[in-house]
């Protein structure tokens, strides 16, 4: 059983700080790409940050703010978020494009697949 579990969501004022934790864990022979994305009230999900084997992405509103990194052995990604905004505030999910490993009547199958953390919940006060 594969999952993503997020961590370091909460209520912080305007100018603050946080880092957010998501580690994967599980039958994972490898993993892709590890990321951040986070959906407001109203608003469609969007992309924030994510890790690939290309290099880091992020999305204009928070260039300068925010840092994406990996920790490979612990399957870890963080996000860590400076000079917060009020319009930062959003559930942020976790998601990671994984290969994992599973058996089905016996016979061991290698697969892609695109796992979504339950997300945590970030509050920036005005």
Known sequence: QVQLVESGGGLVQAGGSL???????????SINAMGWYR????KQRELVANITRG???YADSVKGRFTASRDNAKNTVY?????LKPEDTAVYYCNAELVI???????S???GVDYWGKGTLVTVSS
């Open 19 to 29: 880092t957010l934790s998501c580690v994967a864990s599980g039958s994972i022979v």
């Open 39 to 42: 959906q407001a009230p109203g």
């Open 101 to 107: 490993t599973f058996q089905e009547m016996g016979v």
């Open 109 to 111: 199958y290698i697969e």
């Open 55 to 57: 290099g880091t992405n």
């Open 79 to 83: 996000l860590r978020m400076d000079s």
